[in-house]
């Protein structure tokens, strides 16, 4: 009942804001990632700084899972492949998300972006993927909001150093 209500409100709020970008076919925001430390050991948390930019012409209605902590890839989906492009297995968690799975019952909040203004989280690879051997890997995250007309925004490429 509270699930539907949200959405009732997530829907009557998206109608009434004029000038959306979603109709224009521009991407409404950019992603771009970094990483919080220089290298990571293996078993280690791999660290990832997620920051999703308003570059609208008008109010972006953003729905965020909300979350405790660093768990970034409840709003993104995070891919980790080897730079020679070799897949990296996925946690049980991260096959989860990946397969549209739910993983547990999810509080979504809708913020509301002006023209420039960021939001910020940290997601842990090691949440999603099985890093376990040293090397150098590729990371990228993407959004997918069906308010977007199914644009599937990614962040820039971002590789990362594992070390014993």
């Avoid at 930019?53 to 979350?67: A, F, N, V, Y």
């Avoid at 020679?84 to 946690?91: A, I, K, L």
């Avoid at 150098?136 to 199914?150: F, I, K, N, T």
């Amino acid at each position: 009942m509270k699930n539907t209500r949200y959405l009732l409100w997530f829907l009557v709020s998206i109608a009434s804001l004029p000038g959306q970008t979603p109709s224009t076919g521009a991407p409404p925001f950019t992603v771009t990632i970094r990483s919080v430390q220089p290298e990571v050991k293996v078993g280690e948390p791999a660290m990832i700084h997620i920051v999703l930019k308003d570059i609208s012409q008008g109010q972006l209605p953003l729905p965020e899972t909300r979350h405790v902590g660093s768990s970034g890839e409840l709003n993104y989906l995070v891919t980790v492949v080897g730079v020679d492009g070799s897949p990296v297995p996925d946690t049980e968690y991260g096959l989860r998300f990946k397969t549209g799975r739910a993983v547990f019952t999810r509080s979504v909040l809708i913020k509301q972006l002006s023209f420039g203004e960021e939001v910020a989280e940290d997601a842990d690879l090691n949440n999603v993927v099985k890093i376990t051997s040293p090397g150098d890997y590729v990371v990228q995250v993407e959004r997918s909001d069906r308010l977007y007309a199914g644009s599937h925004i990614k962040s820039n490429r971002l590789v990362i150093h594992v070390t014993p």
